[in-house]
């Protein structure tokens, strides 16, 4: 797809009620912007995050009364991403996946979008100058569909807190286990050599840490004794594929809040 400027689109309003952030998880701001793609970058953001409250975004959100537009970050096969769609058309999600992005050009996770009718958009990161100027070309896609929600699927780069100041409290990652045990890569490996009995996964959403966002949705798998690191991630990614969908079902239709370090959702009113 051919990529738009960065001032076209403004995504609708979230649905999120007023509150204030905990001031330990507070975004600093972006930087001083040099270049004309930075200075793009910045009013993006002011774009995206108008209608939320606090710099880190408002800590209660109320459920969704529609179809909530949501983005995917790729960078691989997209397997998570697959299992999200799936659970759209299947009306057990209530949200569009408006568009996949990928900063890997030939990711397989792009191809299957396409199939399925997804809009795409390859992002190459390693043809910019920097992250700041790769993060303002994403937003610009994210921006002109009018993407609500960001989920990460495989998404092998680190965000920056000036991309999260334009999604606050609306980006989530999944992860291969129950953080905050072996966060970071190859963690079904180092949950082998350290001994655990049992593994898993969890839902959470992103904060400027390594997988250190407060916690949606765990489950956990066993660790059996012949197990190796490759069969150990096939049986937890069986369980991803129905975390994912269930976070974000529970993020979008029931009401919750950040107590903290904690997501809690509220009992029914």
């Known amino acids: ?6 001032s076209a689109g403004t995504p609708s309003p979230p649905h999120a009620t007023s509150g204030k952030s905990p001031p330990g998880n507070a975004a600093r701001p972006p930087p001083t912007c040099q270049s004309p793609r930075l200075r793009q970058l910045a009013a993006a953001q002011r774009r995206l995050a108008r209608t939320s409250t606090g710099r880190a975004g408002p800590s209660r959100r ?14 691989g096969r997209g397997s998570n991403f697959l299992a999200l769609h799936d659970a759209t ?20 996770g792009l191809a299957h979008a396409r199939k399925r009718g997804i ?12 992250r700041l100027e790769h993060e303002a070309r994403v937003l610009a896609a994210l921006g002109q569909e009018g993407i609500e929600w960001v989920c990460l ?8 807190p000036s991309f999260l100041t334009a999604f606050p409290r609306r980006v989530v ?7 905050p045990a072996f966060p970071g890569t190859g963690a079904q490996a180092r949950a082998l050599e350290h001994g655990v009995k049992v593994s898993g996964c969890t839902v959470h959403l992103v904060d400027e840490d390594l997988d250190s966002g407060p916690i949606v949705v765990q489950r956990a798998v066993p660790v059996l004794d012949g197990d190796t690191p490759e069969s150990l991630a096939a049986r937890i990614l069986e369980q991803e594929h129905l975390a994912y969908p ?17 997501l809690v959702f509220l009992p029914p009113a």
């Open 1 to 6: 797809m051919t990529l738009p400027d960065i």
């Open 62 to 75: 109320t459920k969704a009364a529609r179809l909530a537009r949501v983005g995917i970050l790729l960078s």
């Open 89 to 108: 058309l299947g009306g057990e999600l209530p949200a569009q996946i408006a568009l996949v992005v990928s900063n890997v050009a030939d990711a397989p």
């Open 119 to 130: 809009r795409t958009a390859a992002i190459p990161h390693r043809e910019e100058a920097s």
């Open 153 to 160: 699927a495989g998404y092998m780069r680190l965000l920056t």
């Open 173 to 179: 990652n999944i992860h291969p286990s129950l953080l």
């Open 246 to 262: 269930e976070a974000l079902r529970r993020l979008l239709t029931e009401t919750w809040e950040i107590r903290g370090r904690r």
